[in-house]
């Protein structure tokens, strides 16, 4: 048996020929049988015989050479085999290393291929953003030379008109002349054809525009359109709108549209003082059950009725045992009543009588009027009572006051107060003319939409405005701003082009007055001119927004069309469209447009926002702001400008002298000749500054003598110190430490709010404040000129208000955080118990922004109706901006708003919750699409109408209003069959739910005319686009709540 081992030693690692992994020698037994033969000569005993024969050795080798012989060939066959396989194999190499230089070669050439397109792309990828650059240069240079060009042309026309008058003028004199028989020349002698006027034996002048119009020369424009409207429908118009939304509608139409819509602006019921529904209840100790059970049980529904549609609810009620201390606030929250309810039954007072003749028998169509009388007949009515309403019913010769006659328990006349209370709100207070506010059909959301088309409209923002200009109107009779106003009128008419003008002064200088005192009278005297202001409030305040500002004027100005919906929502969209909007229907409009910005340095980034203040303006359109003179941006200052001055010392005594006759003070000569020598440097002869002395040394309420406040005031060299001693004079006039710690903490809270806090807010935050109290406070405040009320907000009146109790208060700001704190844990509360209002979403978000917490701040986004309500009202730059803050890109926030969507759909189960889903879905849709993702826009807008025709009827409004949405979405897609589909199912339930004159109709119709003008289908989009402008010219008639405002 052997091993082996001479062949190669164990451990030695052998390589395979073949192309295989290599091994490791190792020892392998082998087994040998010897030939007997050979073993017997091998293992023979005995001593080795020397000299043996030769065959007895070779043997063994003959005997080997045969099995040597065979295991040689059996060798070379195997070797042969071998190495044919290995030719074989070579020959396969080689193959692969031409296959694979050739395949090199190829990707070598593909590589060189890819450079070469992926620098062809580079270069075209260049190319092309510089040719977008330099289209939108010429885009830009194109519409200024555009503009430049229009406001040439119609300086030219205007010139070409006055020359034309001229020369009526002469004629007309020459033909006076000539009837008087003096010849002043001969018109044959004149060469030129224009001079040559026939007269007739009556000695006028005759037509000389061959079968125009007497006296009657068409301008230059009025040609250009008179040739237009033979160059096709689309060509209707001037050339600035060719492609405009109502280019195929006559001039005619226009006129006639113009002159209905004139002014028009959204419902603000003019019957809600401050936006609040403020109750006035009188009522006896008898009648004070019913009063309890009312304000505890049914106080809390009309509330919530109230606050679901943008407004406050206020209970106003003086406890008659204290209420002939508070006189002053009892006349003031009377005249500010929104409805008056009288609660008697046998007896009466003195208070309750006073406030009850000045309600109902003086003033009885003041406001809605209740009469609650409980009839008991162990109880007769009194004298004085009898008498009372003796007189009541004489004065209420209209029949307007409700009385609710009533015998049974206080607590069915508590409800039977509800429901007549509840019938004049509604209808009466609101307009809402009986609907069911609280029903599943959510009306009332929609129909705030219906009256403005695709745009959101706030309400709020509006009334803010009207209040600021009317508060503003009512304190500048007394300052006499006559020699600015004229001023002011002779930069107005200066001829165009002119840049816009500048109103400058100081802090307190009295710009805002003089501005809404010269509105008033422009609006007088030039009804056909067009007024656009706006009054920036308190910075970081939504007055001060820019995007919110451009809109609301944008709105404006589209009221004067009959469809407002191809106003984008984009923020950036909203500040490059709006010049375009101004020219266009600047082009259109037969009087002026003015626009007034007040206070606009105080606009966030106002220079960077207002960019279109700098181009060429209209030939008929003037633009007058007012600037602090101490933050006006360097490239405003060479607009021409107008500087208030600080008034004159006979000015200032006017001012004084005023406010003491109204107050019946009476001052001596000697405190006259003080405030003479004081108010003589340019700090103390300011008019806020003036103002506010004079309200403080007639202030009725300072626990102070009148020579001591005078005294104060004297020592009080600039407004800001005047104001904090006006804090501390209020303070004093207090009678209790509590009422004065309520004071403190309510400025500090208006001064930390995004907005201002309300009236039933401070109610709420501080529980034992009672409203007699509040009112007193109020009154306090208001007459030292440092908080008023605004659309339902106390706010401060002017910005050195708010630092003065910033100042006094706040430790300069320091305790600012905390203060918001109580905000956000008031609102959170609110937002807990599922009553988001519009000012839970004015504030929440706003004050966690403010205070750094993003979490927070995204958990109340996530709240679904805090959102829609943002939404809804057009705040859709403010909710960007929260998200941006937050930290989320346009897709994250579809998703965050998605999944929450769908959590929040597994919790709906009864009817009204779906209905509120599918509001929900459609906001969704709404919001994604003005953001552009148009395809994540369709599946919320497809799931809406689903729950609509699931929830509702598949021929209810709100489906119109989803079909609407959706064909909105295929508009943009450029799908225009879908749309069209959509629209004219849209058109079809709204005309069966409100008829065919409705102003839904008119909005479906102006969709479509709009689709059809896409697809140049112009006569079928002529043909709907006058429909509507029938329909919208017959419901501005009708509707009442459509009036001019200021």
């Known amino acids: 048996m052997g091993t082996a081992s001479s062949l190669v030693s164990p451990g030695e690692v052998i390589e395979d020929a073949y192309g295989g992994e290599g091994g490791e020698a190792c020892e392998i037994p082998v087994e040998v049988k010897p030939k007997a033969r050979l073993l017997r000569s091998s293992f023979r005993r005995g001593p080795r015989v020397i000299g043996a024969s030769f065959k007895s050795t070779g043997s ?53 291929t890819y450079q070469k397109i992926l620098r062809e792309k580079e270069s075209a990828l260049e190319a092309k953003y510089q040719a977008m650059e330099r289209a939108a240069t010429f885009e830009h240079d194109r519409d200024k030379v555009k503009r430049q060009f229009k406001i040439f042309r119609e300086t030219k026309e205007k010139e070409i008109q006055d020359l034309l008058r001229a020369k009526r003028d002469l004629e007309a004199k020459l033909q006076q002349l000539q009837a008087q028989g003096i010849m002043v020349y001969d018109p044959d002698d004149s060469d030129d054809d224009d001079n040559h006027t026939a007269v007739t034996a009556a000695g006028t002048p005759c037509d000389y525009w061959g079968g125009g119009v007497l006296g009657s020369e068409p301008s230059m424009g009025s040609m250009m359109q008179l040739q237009q409207t033979f160059r096709g429908p689309e060509f209707a118009h001037s050339l600035c709108d060719v492609e405009g939304p109502f280019a195929n509608v006559s001039r005619d139409d226009w006129d006639a549209a113009v002159a209905s819509l004139l002014q028009v602006s959204p419902h603000v019921s003019q019957a809600l003082w401050s936006n609040t529904v403020r109750c006035y209840l009188i009522s006896t100790q008898e009648t004070q059950a019913e009063l309890d059970i009312f304000t505890q049980s049914y106080s809390p529904r009309l509330r919530s009725l109230c606050e679901g549609l943008g407004h406050f609810y206020l209970n106003i009620c003086f406890p008659e045992e204290s209420a002939a201390s508070y006189a002053l606030e009892r006349r003031q929250e009377m005249d500010r009543s929104s409805v008056c309810v009288l609660l008697l039954k046998s007896s009466i007072t003195s208070c309750v009588l006073e406030d009850a003749e000045e309600a109902f028998v003086k003033n009885p169509d003041g406001h809605p009027l209740v009469l609650y009388l409980r009839t008991v007949e162990a109880h007769p009515l009194s004298g004085p009572t009898r008498q009372l309403l003796e007189r009541v019913n004489a004065a209420d010769k209209a029949a307007k006051v409700k009385v609710v006659d009533h015998g049974g328990s206080p607590e069915e006349g508590a409800s039977m107060i509800y429901t007549q209370l509840e019938k004049v709100i509604k209808q009466e207070l609101l307009g809402l003319e009986g609907s069911d506010v609280d029903g599943k059909d959510s009306g009332i959301d929609e129909g705030c939409e219906e009256d403005s088309g695709d745009v959101l409209w706030d309400l709020h923002d509006e009334q803010e405005q009207i209040e600021a200009y009317q508060q503003a109107c009512s304190a500048a009779a007394q300052l006499g701003f006559q020699k600015y106003i004229d001023r002011l009128n002779d930069m107005v008419a200066a001829p165009p082009p002119t840049p816009p003008l500048l109103v400058s002064g100081g802090p307190g200088s009295g710009k805002s007055l003089l501005l809404s005192k010269w509105i008033e009278l422009q609006q007088k005297h030039s009804p056909n001119t067009l007024f656009l202001y706006h009054f920036v409030g308190r910075p970081l305040s939504t007055s001060s927004e820019p995007v919110l500002i451009i809109k609301r004027l944008t709105v404006k100005l589209l009221q004067h069309f009959w469809s407002i919906s191809g106003l984008s929502m984009d923020p950036s969209k909203i500040l490059e469209e709006f010049p375009r909007w101004l020219e266009r229907l600047s082009s259109r409009h037969q009087g002026n447009i003015i626009i007034i910005i007040d206070s606009i340095d105080q606009i966030q980034q106002a220079e960077r926002h207002m960019k279109w203040l700098i181009d060429p303006l209209p030939v008929n359109v003037r633009v007058v702001v007012s600037v602090n003179v101490e933050t006006c941006p360097q490239a405003w200052r060479l607009w021409p400008t107008l500087h208030l001055d600080p008034l004159n ?187 988001v209002t519009w000012r839970v979403a004015d504030e929440l978000p706003w004050l966690l922004q403010q205070q750094e917490d993003r979490a927070k701040l995204q958990l109340s986004l996530l709240n679904l109706f805090v959102s829609q309500n943002l939404y809804k009202r057009g705040h859709f730059s403010e909710l960007l901006a929260y998200w941006q803050y937050v930290g989320k890109d346009k897709s994250s926030m579809a998703t965050e708003y998605f999944d929450s969507l769908k959590h929040y759909e597994k919790s709906c189960a009864s009817e009204d919750s779906m209905i509120r889903l599918g509001n929900l879905y459609e906001t969704l849709g709404r919001f994604l699409k003005d953001l552009g993702l148009l395809s994540q826009a369709v599946a919320p807008l497809q799931r809406s109408l689903e729950i609509r025709e699931t929830a509702l009827d598949p021929d209810h409004p709100s489906v119109a209003l989803s079909l609407h949405q959706l064909a909105g979405v295929y508009v943009q897609w450029r799908k225009y069959g879908n749309a069209e589909q959509f629209y004219k199912q849209a058109l079809e339930i709204s005309e069966n739910a409100y008829g065919s004159d409705h102003a839904c109709v008119a909005r479906e119709l102006d969709s479509l005319a709009m689709l059809y003008q896409k697809q140049n289908k112009y006569e079928q989009a002529e043909k709907l686009r006058k429909r509507s402008v029938r329909i919208r010219q017959k419901t501005a008639r009708q509707k009442g709540h459509m009036v001019r405002t200021h």
């Open 60 to 112: 063994v080798d003959l005997e080997y050479t045969a099995e040597y012989e065979r295991l040689r060939k059996e060798y070379e066959i195997f070797r042969v085999s071998k190495n044919n396989e290995i030719t074989s194999m070579q020959k396969k190499e080689a193959k692969l290393d031409e296959e694979n230089k050739r395949l090199r070669a190829e990707l070598q050439a593909l590589q060189k």
């Open 649 to 835: 010392p006979r000015e200032v005594k006017s001012v004084i002298n005023t406010e003491c006759l109204a107050a019946d003070v009476k001052l001596t000569k000697d405190q006259d000749k003080k405030l003479e020598r004081h108010c003589r440097s340019a700090s103390t002869c300011n008019a806020l500054y003036v103002t506010l002395l004079a309200k403080m040394i007639t202030n009725c309420r300072c626990a102070w003598s009148l020579e001591r406040t005078l005294e104060q005031c004297l020592l009080c060299q600039d407004t800001m110190s005047l104001y904090r001693l006006g804090l501390r004079v209020a303070l004093d006039s207090l009678s209790t430490d509590g009422e004065r710690h309520v004071m403190r903490e309510m400025l500090c809270l208006v001064c930390a709010s995004h907005n201002g806090v309300s009236e039933s807010e401070v109610l709420a935050v501080f529980p034992d404040l009672g409203l007699p109290v509040l009112s007193s406070l109020l009154y306090t405040l208001q007459r030292l000129c440092i908080v008023g009320l605004g659309c339902g907000l106390i706010r401060f009146q002017h910005l050195q208000a708010a630092e003065a109790v910033r100042l006094e208060f706040m430790d300069g700001g320091t305790c600012s955080p905390a203060y918001r704190e109580k905000l956000i844990h008031y609102f959170s509360q609110q937002l807990s118990q599922d009553r």
